[in-house]
């Protein structure tokens, strides 16, 4: 296996099993903090700084088979834990030539396992980082330009949407984990503390909020898509990419670099056409987690689970127990508790005779008269009028049909938006240009203009089959 090649050290990993192993993530993460704070670490600072961070915890240490803390000071406590990390392979010596001091060197492999281990102690998701815009803003960049940079703007989309993929999935799964935590809650504070204070600022605010505005996917994927579809057929621009690649050295020969061009921009290009399904799959679990805070707060407030709730219970069992219970025993619980039975009189006390119902023949209805038959026709001709007035999926697509009036293509400053509801019609129309049956696609490029007082996009309504698209 590969893995074992990298990592040489057969103990590598024993310190994780090891019955000091909590002292020992401590150690490596002070090593991990040094490697990220220092341009070199000398060995005696990485000995004074696991003095201060584990002083409290140094002579928790316990000796292990074939090794001896035969000095107990704190500073040969930390000296004989640098040595375990040495022994193990998680940090290397690095003496230097013209120095006496000795050097301590984080190997790449260690550095790599130390984050994932910092990052999971630390419990936090993570950031979602306008991925999409970022996607977007790239492959425009290089589109505009089409220079000598078009290769990386297409490496870094294929990365981008790579972690957007992953921050979804990461997403969905962590969905999961809060929800069953939820349900572990038994006091109404713990789970608003579990609602507002842990899933709605870690994933709500952080993932899901960007992920349904800003940094909307619908809001920019018919445009990476447009982009790359172009280059997909645009055999000048691959062959460019693929020169680029080979001349920066990531390829060997021109067939592997064009197969991994072609690649890469299939794969943004499906990645992006299949993320509706992936995106109302989080909706639903965002749902379903909302609805069950909402229910297990309900559920709580009503079993009556604080101290209150239980002491309530307790007196109200007290007359059973005053019946079934002994006197010795009760004595015993008086005395204990200082409780003891009350009696009063009110409005219930009162014995009164039940009365019998008494049946009486019901009264006819009268009956109404007629409605006008008029006025029925104009209440009918009315509901009529707001069905044909609403703004169907039929109309709206006239309308847009009607935009383009026979043409391939129209820009935004050719568009005739008389009324209102012109302006409320051409918005459903680019909203519903992405589903699927829909004779039109819209483009967007950059900037905003003005017709007949609607601000719209600059954008451009085209065909679909026509001239200028392919597929």
Not at 137 to 153: H, P
Not at 333 to 357: A, G, I, M, T
Not at 383 to 389: E, T
Not at 441 to 464: H, Q, S, W
Request: aromatic share 10%.
């Amino acid at each position: 296996m590969q893995l074992f090649k990298i990592i040489r050290n057969p103990h590598f990993f024993s310190l994780l099993a090891s019955p000091n192993r909590e002292i020992y993530v401590e150690a490596l993460f002070v090593v991990y903090r040094c490697y990220k704070q220092e341009f070199m670490i000398k060995k005696e600072e990485l000995v004074n700084m696991l003095i201060a961070t584990l002083e409290n915890r140094m002579f928790e240490l316990a000796a292990e088979e074939g090794e001896e803390l035969d000095d107990y000071s704190l500073s040969g406590r930390a000296h004989w834990l640098v040595r375990r990390l040495l022994a193990t392979g998680w940090i290397e010596l690095d003496p230097l030539v013209h120095s006496v001091d000795e050097y301590i060197a984080v190997p790449d492999y260690s550095v790599k396992i130390l984050q994932v281990l910092y990052e999971i102690s630390e419990d936090r998701p993570k950031e979602y980082n306008s991925l999409v815009y970022s996607t977007y803003s790239n492959l425009s960049k290089a589109q505009e330009e089409r220079g000598d940079y078009v290769a990386e703007a297409l490496m870094a989309a294929y990365s981008l949407t790579d972690r957007l993929v992953d921050s979804l999935k990461s997403l969905l799964n962590n969905m999961r984990s809060y929800y069953l935590a939820l349900q572990e809650q038994d006091e109404v504070r713990e789970v608003l503390r579990e609602h507002f204070d842990r899933y709605q600022v870690l994933i709500s605010d952080k993932i899901y909020h960007p992920l349904k505005t800003f940094d909307s996917v619908p809001r920019f994927r018919t445009r990476i898509l447009s982009i790359l579809r172009e280059w997909l057929v645009d055999g000048e621009l691959i062959e460019k990419i693929t020169a680029q690649l080979v001349r920066k050295g990531r390829f060997a020969d021109a067939p592997a670099a064009r197969d991994e061009t072609v690649r890469m921009i299939t794969f943004i290009i499906d990645q992006y056409e299949k993320m509706d399904r992936l995106l109302k799959e989080i909706d639903r679990k965002n749902a379903s987690y909302t609805r069950a805070s909402v229910e297990r707060t309900q559920y709580l407030l009503n079993t009556n689970r604080d101290t209150k709730g239980q002491l309530i219970e307790i007196i109200k069992a007290l007359p059973k127990i005053n019946r079934e219970v002994p006197d010795d025993i009760l004595n015993d619980l008086w005395l204990s508790v200082n409780l003891f039975e009350q009696h009063w009189v009110d409005s219930n006390s009162l014995y009164r005779e039940p009365k019998k119902r008494v049946f009486t023949r019901p009264e006819p209805l009268e009956r109404g008269n007629r409605s006008d038959p008029g006025e029925f026709e104009a209440e009918f001709d009315q509901i009529k009028k707001r069905v044909r007035d609403s703004l169907t999926h039929k109309k709206v697509m006239d309308f847009m049909k009607s935009l383009l009036n026979g043409q391939d293509r129209v820009r935004a400053h050719q568009l005739e938006l008389e009324v209102t509801e012109d302006f409320i019609k051409l918005i459903l129309g680019v909203i519903k240009a992405d589903e699927k049956g829909v004779p039109y696609r819209i483009t967007f490029e950059e900037g905003y203009l003005v017709v007949n007082g609607f601000r719209i996009p600059d954008l451009t309504i085209e065909k679909k089959g026509g001239e200028k698209h392919v597929d």
